[in-house]
């Protein structure tokens, strides 16, 4: 969980709780109703019309572009969970007096109880699940480490139970102890289950930043809720009975046992949600395990409501966090790819901060996935560069061994015959010997990252790492052609559909594939970019495409081929639109560093292409070193100049916005709606750095053209929300 995560949900508890005791603390001498045919002073509609609904409504409109289909689960049971329980208690508590209401104020009763008290179940229900959701989603519910009893973790519950069950049951205890008696033993029963079966789960959370935003959840709607109850009670829309309470009050007007109620039916809601969670988490680590082909495994992106999944949700609820899971080769194997994992994320932080935070946006399980996916092409990247640290960047024997070595990697890694022990197996075999004169640290993120992201094997076919290693291949000159200089948009075409384009087409077909649309992997999809076509047309007419062979998993939103397959060539046309607007942006910054030239440059302007790649440019800000260079340049010698840069940049530029606009619009076809609303902002932040270039002009040809973190914000907020 991030620090700004956690400010966040606790400066929002600050401020609930000000507010609420706030205003609990101006009580009004308001007249109690002191009978059943009292005057209504507030309706219970009205009070749900002025107080619950509309909380409940912003909630939804926040949360609906990040609502994975676990969510939906959620949203679903829990309400119907918390009806089923909560209906036979309350109509006891009425029927016994521990609380009662003015016939005036409300619409219709079912037993003992308003129809707008079984309302109420729905809403605290929904609006705690979707807050909770909201809060958490940031981070993946990954299991504490420590070894907890589920014994140790389930008395508390128990032994509240029991004591309920012998007030209730001793003298006097349907006298003031009632009320409180009744809701011990109620909340009791299913937080005994919940915390036995998510034990070690909970052991430690308190003491860790994740914790405080757990607590933030449990108390922001306590607090919100108590004031309403307050709210409501001076106004005398329900009363509580004072032979059925102990007399006890939290504050002015509302009694111990109303608070209480609040917090343990939000605690009970919390509970479960952190349960399905983790139940989710466990049952795609072991589908994962499994390394079968064609499993879809339970996840947010894919759980749907039927009763093959709610008994693999059960099964796994019942063997979750035992003592026996902690042990044995399947563990250790489960720890390694956690371990992996981790590194990756690290990976990806370092090498990517953009693509790290566009990812937040993403449910954990896309972004566990997609964050290995980047970290190992990141990796490579790096690799492949790590030796060329000087200002030679003439193709060497070493370079080209470097290049097969990485295809031999991938086919060992993305090998849909191999188990995953096999291929932790194999990537120990890579010596430093195998992995060449590179750092350390580039050795160990290469082979770390390739175990990482090795479960999308049957996902993401080995060609697609091949085309992109054939990029890297452009990058040293130790492509076919060995040449790395483009002389016509079709070359920088082919190159960006190579290192990005390639990128788009995997996080699509993990996207689908984990959302129950698996691709067949030996599925090539078309690759055809027309410049004069990006240039003149807004809606294209779609070419005649080959269509993909699909396997639809049980339960999954059907898809037809023709949209897939639109869909996988838009990504690829999105990645090279990116790589365009990165190339734009990166001109100086790679001749100066690298020594490289990504335009397109013609025999006629060859000078430019020679003083890119020997930095030779007119700068305004130079270094010593930049100073020699121009000193020791000839009279007949010229400099590359910002304005000349500029120039091919905006003609960069205009391929790439009409490129972007034209397939934007595709997203909206991916099943998975938190995916398709992180994809939106993750694109058009940065497909805004153009805007950022064309508004710099010349003078900003020399420095690394980025948004603000307000523009940034910006941007991602109206991409996230469609406006």
Known sequence: MSRSTTTLALGGLAITLSACLSSLSSAQDTPRPVSVDAPCKLHYTRFHLLITVPPLCLLYLASRPFSTSLDHAKLVLLPIIAFVWTTPWDNELVRNGAWWYPKTCVLARIGYVPVEEYAFFIIQSLMTTLLTSLVTRWSSPACHPRRVSRLAVA?????????????????????????????????????????????????????????????????????????????ALRRGTWHIAESKSLGIFAVPDLPIEEAFFFFVTNLILISASFAFDRVIYECRRRTLSDSRANATPLSPSFMPLNLESILQLWHSFVELDQDRSSKGKEAEASLRAAKAKEHAVKILLRASKSFHAAAKLLPWDLREDLSCLYALARAMDDYVDDPCTSGDRQPTPDGRSRIAMLRTLVEATFDPNASRTDIEKRLQHFSDDALGTSSARHRIDLITSALAVCDLRFIVPVSLWQELIDGYAIDLGEDTSGSSQFTTFE??????????????EMCTRVVLARSGVLVSRDYKVSRVLEKEAMLKIKSRQRESL??????????????????????????????????????????????????????????????????????????????????????????????????????????????????????????????????????????????????????????????????????????????????
């Open 155 to 231: 008395t508390v519950p128990a032994l509240a139970f029991l004591a309920a069950i012998f007030s209730l049951f001793s003298p006097g205890g349907f006298d003031n102890r009632y009320y409180l008696s009744m809701i011990v033993w109620w909340a009791a029963v299913p937080l005994l289950l919940l915390w036995w079966g998510t034990a070690r789960s909970w052991s430690g959370m308190l003491g860790r930043p994740k914790g405080l935003v757990w607590l933030a959840c449990l108390l922001l709607p306590t607090v919100y809720l108590c004031s309403a109850d307050v709210y």
């Open 491 to 504: 070359h920088q075409a082919h190159y960006a559909q190579c290192v990005a384009g390639s990128i788009g």
């Open 546 to 723: 080959k269509l993909p062979s699909l396997t639809i998993s049980k339960g999954a939103k059907p898809m037809a081929p023709e949209v897939v397959a639109e869909i996988l060539k838009d990504a690829r046309a999105m990645g090279v639109s990116l790589q365009l607007v990165n190339i734009a942006r990166d001109v100086v910054k790679d001749s100066l560093e690298l020594r490289r030239c990504y335009l397109v440059v013609t025999k006629a302007d060859d000078w430019i292409r020679q003083g890119l790649t020997q930095g030779h440019l007119a700068l305004q800000h130079q270094t010593k070193e930049e100073e020699q260079v121009e000193t020791l340049l000839t009279a007949g010698e010229t400099l590359v100049t910002m304005d000349e840069i500029y120039a091919r940049k905006l003609e960069l530029l205009d391929v790439a916005q009409a490129l972007f606009a034209a397939t934007y619009p595709t997203i909206a076809k991916i099943p998975s709606a938190p995916a398709r609303s992180g994809l939106r902002a993750a694109c058009s932040v940065y497909a805004a750095i153009a805007d950022v270039i064309r508004r710099e002009g010349p003078a900003g040809c020399e420095g690394r053209s980025r948004s603000s973190n307000w523009e940034r914000a910006k941007v991602a907020f109206r991409a996230v929300y469609c406006l």
